[in-house]
């Protein structure tokens, strides 16, 4: 079971690396004021400029970073063995998820446009969710 | 795991965490140092006040723009502010109150002239660029650009936006008719499309993009406070007896 499991933080923690990925670009893009390319059907500026993209001046990207590298180094840790880091794991996932929820409700019903990068953020943290809720779900089987 | 929670074994995931750390902080730097806008040249010529911003100018071979172009303070003013933007950024909906300060803090001491530059990746900022020229043709045109800013937020997601663009149009006193009748003539498209030209022309890739005599203004000082030192700097330099940028056509110019 422990082997099975440990499966499971570790792709979570390859997951979580490429949130990082994602949002450490948009970060970047941010501070240097540069266009992102942007698919068919995307507003990504009007989406990465808009009141909502920054808090403080600092880039929602930028503390999108920062929870996926705190979710890395958590999924990380758990895939080496500790059980408690995966708790942590699923209480920040959850809270990441929730966030996410509220910045696609932004984008569909607010701002009126997607940015393709924002989503993929998304897919990344309902993919972490998803990770953790089965294997808690895998628990409760055995 | 879960029902038995045990403390990692080795150093392997803290080494590990720490490389991954050390790796975003140097890629994300190196990253951002080779993407970032191409600095000051040592060998690039600086222009009055250009201290701060990059040697980075409107070519003179480029299109002239519209001709005479939307401006306000004085045709003769030492300092010439040329903003490109587009009506659906909203960045630049958020810089517009900050243009207007400079207007009203400057006077006719500065020549403030705006550049439509439509960005494809909008779908209505380019109608909202004829809707602004339509009521240019009135004389309204800084009533207008100032209400499709001002209601961004508001007609950039209503799908039934001409009809609010309609509705400004009849605030502020246009002749609904002749306006709705010049938007879907050439001139005022024309004029949109000489802006987007000088813009192309100039490589704008992003708005707002403002140049101050010819200077482009980092996108980091597009705020009050760093628009008034660049202005001051360049009023002071004038003041000296130094001779200002030159500037684009304003004859006739819708002010």
């Known amino acids: 079971m422990a082997g099975r499991i440990a499966k499971l933080p570790l792709a979570a923690s390859l997951v979580a690396l490429l949130g990082l ?4 670009y948009l970060t970047i893009h941010h501070y240097n004021a540069e ?13 990465l400029a808009s009141a909502w993209a920054d808090i403080g001046g600092v880039p929602l990207a930028a503390f999108g970073a920062a929870a996926y590298f705190v979710a890395f180094s958590l999924a990380l840790l758990a895939a080496f063995g500790d059980g408690r880091m995966w708790k942590l794991f699923g209480v920040q996932v959850v809270i990441m998820a929730a966030v996410t929820c509220w910045l696609i409700y932004l984008q569909a019903f607010v701002i009126g446009a997607f940015c393709q990068f924002c989503l993929l953020s998304a897919i990344t943290t309902f993919l972490l969710l998803l990770l953790f809720v089965i294997s808690k779900v895998t628990r409760a089987q055995l | 795991m879960a029902n038995t929670p045990e403390k990692p074994k080795s150093n392997a995931p803290l080494l590990i965490i ?3 750390l050390i790796v975003a902080l140097v890629g994300g730097w190196y990253w951002f140092s080779t993407t970032k806008p191409t600095p000051p040249s040592a060998n690039s010529t600086p222009k009055p006040g250009s201290t701060q911003a990059k040697p980075t ?3 003179s071979s480029a299109p002239a723009g519209a001709t005479p172009p939307n401006y306000y303070g004085s045709p003769t003013a030492a300092v010439t502010l040329e903003e490109f933007a587009d009506f659906q950024c909203p960045q630049c909906a958020a810089t517009n109150p900050v243009m207007s300060e400079i207007k009203a803090a400057y006077g006719s001491r500065i020549r403030f002239i705006f550049r439509n530059y439509p960005l494809d990746m909008h779908d209505k900022s380019y109608d909202a660029a004829v809707a602004a020229e339509a009521a240019g043709m009135q004389g309204k045109f800084w009533d207008m650009q100032n209400l499709l800013f001002t209601n961004q937020k508001t007609w950039a997601s209503d799908p039934n936006y001409k009809q609010a663009w309609k509705d400004y149009a009849a605030k502020i006193g246009l002749n609904v008719d002749k306006w709705e009748t010049d938007m879907a003539g050439l001139p005022a498209k024309q004029r949109v499309n000489d802006d987007k030209a000088r813009a192309k022309a100039a490589g704008i890739n992003s708005t707002p993009t403002l140049f101050v005599n010819n200077v482009e203004v980092p996108f980091a000082q597009i705020n009050l406070n760093g628009l008034k030192t660049i202005i001051d700097a360049e009023l002071a330099k004038a003041a000296q007896g130094q001779q200002p940028a030159p500037a684009a ?5 819708n002010k």
């Open chain 2, 249 to 253: 056509n304003t004859a006739n110019a």
């Open chain 1, 21 to 24: 990925v994602d949002a450490i």
């Open chain 1, 35 to 47: 266009p992102v390319p942007c698919g068919a059907g995307f507003d990504c500026e009007t989406v």
């Open chain 2, 18 to 20: 720490g490389a991954v």
């Open chain 2, 57 to 59: 100018g409107i070519p």
